[in-house]
């Protein structure tokens, strides 16, 4: 069975394709959308382009200048290089939308602040190389990052007698990251109150 394919047949259709699936695009991947075709297989190409590393750039920038107090510099410039100057544009157009459904903070006291950056950096390189697996693959890998891990504050989270445990994380991964505030059926339809508004989980407050 043949899989159809949406055909790009001319540049105002390309540039349409580049302006939703990139953070801005330059002559050259105009040129290969219209060498590949179609939507599904420029997307292919995309996915098997090097992927780029925001921690190794951030490196080079702070190896070239050490005032750490430049590391929001570093981190800004070296990110504005990598949607510049790499070819993997679908992938970081993904990847920054990911950024905004998996957030965290990169406000880490404990943590001197190119260091933070760096952590940061790393955050968003794991999203970036699992950016084109499935959703599963996704959750578990930034469930595992110390970033996220000191954000909804399970680092560290261990047991104490006599003290509720933090359900911060548990709660945002079901809340946030897949189910929803709404209360579901078994069939995964939303549950719905007298007045036609969805029921919701109230967190019950001590």
Not at 65 to 92: C, E, K, P
Not at 98 to 103: D, E, P
Request: contains cysteine.
């Amino acid at each position: 069975m043949q899989t159809s394919h949406t055909p790009i047949n001319n540049e105002k259709r390309a540039r349409q394709l580049l302006l939703q699936a990139t953070m801005g695009f330059k002559s050259n991947d105009l040129k290969n959308v219209l060498e590949a075709g179609s939507v599904e297989s420029w997307i292919e190409s995309q996915t098997n382009v090097f992927r780029t590393s925001l921690v190794n750039r951030q490196k080079e920038m702070q190896s070239l200048h050490h005032n750490q107090g430049w590391s929001d510099v570093h981190f800004d410039v070296a990110y504005t290089d990598m949607l510049l100057n790499r070819n993997d544009i679908l992938r970081h157009r993904i990847s920054y939308v990911l950024t905004q459904l998996f957030v965290v903070s990169s406000n880490n006291p404990v943590l001197k602040n190119n260091e933070r950056k760096i952590a940061i950096a790393e955050y968003y390189d794991t999203l970036s190389r699992h950016c084109f697996s499935d959703f599963k693959t996704l959750l578990l890998e930034m469930s595992q990052s110390p970033v996220m891990g000191q954000y909804l504050t399970y680092l560290n989270n261990d047991h104490v007698d006599g003290t509720p445990p933090d359900e911060n994380f548990a709660r945002e991964i079901m809340q946030l990251f897949t189910l929803g505030p709404s209360l579901l059926r078994m069939d995964g339809t939303v549950i719905h109150q007298s007045d036609g508004s969805p029921s919701c989980l109230t967190p019950k407050r001590t």
